[in-house]
């Protein structure tokens, strides 16, 4: 099936610091999804992005659709100990990403 | 809203034998997906139901198979499970094929 890579596979970082995770598909994406997943817990959407180039904002999270529609990235600005948990990319409707592993250490 | 829920949440099954997985989808979502998460895994595309019909499928054997009922609910079916088949098994339902899914909280399966 098609693959999704995402980078890093873990980030540690200091309370307050910036986290950016990129998520890379070897084929044409249609849209991309982010997902938030907390240890123990299931999936939770976070937001879906379509057009190419396309850049939303929630709150300290900033979602990118790079403009050939093959990747994508979250930039989470000024980390808290709430944003702990991995982060997944889901594209092409079925696939997930490998996910990133965020630990924010206080 | 009454969110995606699943059944049982938790199961112990011996090696070899069969289970069936439920879920009910949100109100109004005519697309369930199902996936496979081993621990410490992202999770794995087994197949998707648009409408009661397949609408994808992942890599998995013809033992796990599902269906999709006139309401929208669905079940997997694991047949002869193996030691592997160990795994958080999530149901994601969906309003169309191309948006948000909301997920389950998932079953946890034992394969002992």
């Known amino acids: 099936g098609q693959q999704v890579m995402q980078i890093p596979q873990y980030q540690h970082v200091q309370e307050g610091e910036d986290f950016t995770t990129y998520c890379n598909s070897s084929?044409?994406?249609?849209?991309i999804q982010w997902y938030k997943q907390r240890p123990g817990g299931h999936p939770v959407f976070l937001i879906q992005?379509?057009?190419?180039?396309e850049v939303k904002k929630q709150k300290r999270l900033t979602f990118q659709f790079g403009e050939a529609k093959k990747n994508s990235s979250l930039h989470i600005t000024a980390t808290q100990t709430t944003d702990v948990g991995t982060y997944f990319c889901?594209?092409?409707?079925?696939?997930f990403g490998t996910g990133t592993s965020l630990t924010v250490i206080p | 809203e009454t969110g995606v829920t699943q059944s049982p949440t938790h199961l112990i099954k011996t090696r070899g034998q069969q289970v069936t997985l439920r879920c009910s989808s949100q109100?109004?979502?005519?697309?369930v997906s199902w996936y496979q998460q081993a621990l410490g895994q992202g999770p794995q595309f087994i197949f998707q139901?648009?409408?009661?019909?397949?609408?994808g499928r992942g890599n998995f054997p013809p033992r796990f198979s599902g269906l999709q009922f006139p309401n929208y609910s669905s079940e997997l079916n694991v047949n002869a499970l193996e030691l592997d088949d160990s795994a958080l098994y999530l149901c994601?339902?969906?309003?169309?094929?191309?948006?948000?899914?909301?997920f389950g909280s998932g079953t946890r399966l034992t394969v002992v």
């Open positions: 994601a339902s969906s309003p169309t094929e191309n948006y948000g899914y909301t």
């Open positions: 084929t044409t994406l249609s849209n």
């Open positions: 992005l379509v057009k190419s180039g």
């Open positions: 889901h594209g092409n409707q079925f696939y």
């Open positions: 109100s109004g979502h005519n697309t």
């Open positions: 139901y648009y409408r009661e019909e397949e609408n």
